[in-house]
């Protein structure tokens, strides 16, 4: 049957597309190879949120593309925010491309294929089947990302992602029950919950906010070990949900908030207005009460439009407080289309990168203090692989994997991905840890 190369880009609810179009393709009948010079279809799918992710797509694309004039490639299919956002660009600029699909036609990718290079009949299924067809090669089948809504109601003043993907849509409960009971069937231990705004899940078919709902539900499930929550906006976290993660064992006490700035004046402007730095700093207290042990992960944006040196510098005062456990920090991308990017007094590129130096210098600290702190004490870590000399990679419940730290050791009896188990922190190599068996 012909080959085909998929490549994902972006987010994590790229990676849960990405895996459906090759569960989907599979379930067809095709071979999803690993090497782009084998393939007789190569499919990129983009992200297009800021101008840097669109130009690391473009790059690629353009990169693959001479596969059609060097190797087997016969087509070469463009799907993802990118080709959603500029579908007509690439169809001027990048004429190597065969076919673009937009963000809600990626279950179509098996017709598509049929049409450009022939193909064995279409085996209809549900999107749980076809992630468990994804998956049988997977490096790393012991994690699963579950998407449990599309779109975004938030209309952040600096995003596309409304006119990408459309307004906010939750799955029913009963369908992520069901996808997630055929993972952990199939060999997963942690499921990483992904959605524009996980925190609203639910809302927009039951009337009410179901996410404490669905983690109990979820936790009830035998086999499932961690159930990790990313992408939750702090205005719509309630107080049932904090109560629900601290009171289930199966949750990580780890939450991924992006809160984007900490001054009133700047989330007004942002279109984050709903909040403000009182609410946040009450939010953040709230969720350390319940859950000490807690690890919160963040994001901040410096230099949107109208951050002059005291908004700034209040920023930096708020991180330097509030110490958060992980923080990642982008400089504001002017993104055609959204209204920050009509906004004035737009920040000079070298502010803006000079002031996230100066932000991640600040968080470096900070992280390197608390790694070290954790030197002496006994954790659960998740085992992610082996390595040829024996030594194993993985992470606690406090780390999200491929995004935050890592814990490596040495253990004489054979483990595989997935399987927990208790180790002694015995060194902090500023980022990760190093530790031993107990």
């Known amino acids: 049957m012909p080959n085909i190369y998929l490549v994902s880009l972006g987010c994590d609810k790229n990676r849960v597309d990405g895996e459906t179009m090759v569960g989907t393709l599979r379930t067809a009948g095709y071979n999803v190879v690993h090497d782009p010079s084998q393939a007789a279809a190569i499919v990129v799918n983009t992200c297009g949120f800021i101008r840097d992710a669109v130009e690391e797509s473009i790059n690629l694309i353009l990169e693959l593309a001479e596969y059609k004039t060097e190797g087997t490639c016969r087509a070469l299919v463009v799907v993802g925010c990118m080709a959603e956002r500029y579908r007509d660009e690439i169809r001027q600029s990048i004429p190597e491309t065969d076919v673009i699909i937009g963000v809600g036609q990626y279950e179509n990718i098996a017709q598509v294929m049929g049409s450009l290079i022939g193909a064995p009949s279409v085996v209809?299924?549900?999107e749980g089947m076809a992630r468990i067809a994804a998956r049988f090669d997977d490096a790393t089948p012991h994690i699963a990302y579950i998407k449990i809504a599309e779109g975004c109601?938030?209309?952040?003043?600096?995003?596309?992602?409304?006119?990408?993907?459309?307004p906010y849509k939750s799955r029913p409960l009963e369908d992520i029950i069901e996808e997630s009971r055929q993972l952990i069937a199939a060999g997963a231990r942690e499921l990483v919950l992904v959605a524009q705004d996980t925190t609203l899940y639910g809302t927009d078919i039951y009337g009410?906010?179901?996410?404490?709902?669905?983690?109990?539900?979820?936790?009830?499930?035998?086999n499932v070990q961690w159930i990790r929550l990313m992408y939750a906006y702090p205005e719509h976290i309630t107080n049932e949900l904090i109560n629900t993660m601290a009171e289930l064992p199966q949750v990580c006490k780890y939450i991924d908030m992006p809160i984007q700035h900490s001054e009133d004046k700047i989330l007004q402007a942002m279109g984050r207005g709903l909040f403000n730095k009182k609410e946040l700093t009450a939010k953040i207290c709230a969720l350390r009460e319940k859950m000490p042990e807690i690890a919160i992960r963040t994001t901040v944006i410096v230099g949107f439009p109208g951050e002059g040196a005291r908004e700034f510098e209040r920023l930096a005062e708020f991180v330097s407080e509030t110490k958060f456990d992980r923080l990642g920090v982008f400089p504001y991308s002017r993104e055609d289309g959204t209204p920050a990017a009509t906004m004035p007094k737009q920040v000079r590129e070298s502010?803006?990168?000079?002031?996230?130096?100066?932000?991640?210098?600040?968080?470096?600290?900070?992280?390197f203090a608390k790694q070290g702190a954790k030197v002496g004490a006994?954790?659960?870590?998740?085992?992610?692989?082996?390595?040829?000399?024996?030594e194993y990679t993985g992470r606690t419940q406090h780390d999200a994997y491929e995004v935050d730290a890592v814990?490596?050791?040495?253990?004489?009896?054979?483990?595989?991905?997935?399987?927990?188990?208790?180790?002694?922190?015995?060194e902090a190599n500023d980022y990760d840890l190093i530790g031993c068996i107990v």
Request: aromatic fraction near 2%; charge should be negative.
């Open 124 to 126: 209809p299924q549900n």
């Open 153 to 166: 109601d938030n209309h952040c003043s600096y995003c596309t992602i409304p006119a990408i993907r459309g």
């Open 208 to 222: 009410e906010k179901k996410l404490p709902e669905l983690l109990r539900s979820l936790a009830a499930l035998d």
């Open 351 to 367: 502010t803006k990168i000079s002031r996230m130096e100066q932000i991640m210098d600040l968080q470096q600290k900070i992280h």
């Open 378 to 390: 006994v954790v659960d870590v998740m085992v992610d692989a082996v390595a040829d000399t024996g």
């Open 407 to 426: 814990v490596t050791f040495l253990c004489e009896r054979e483990l595989k991905p997935g399987d927990i188990c208790r180790v002694k922190i015995t």
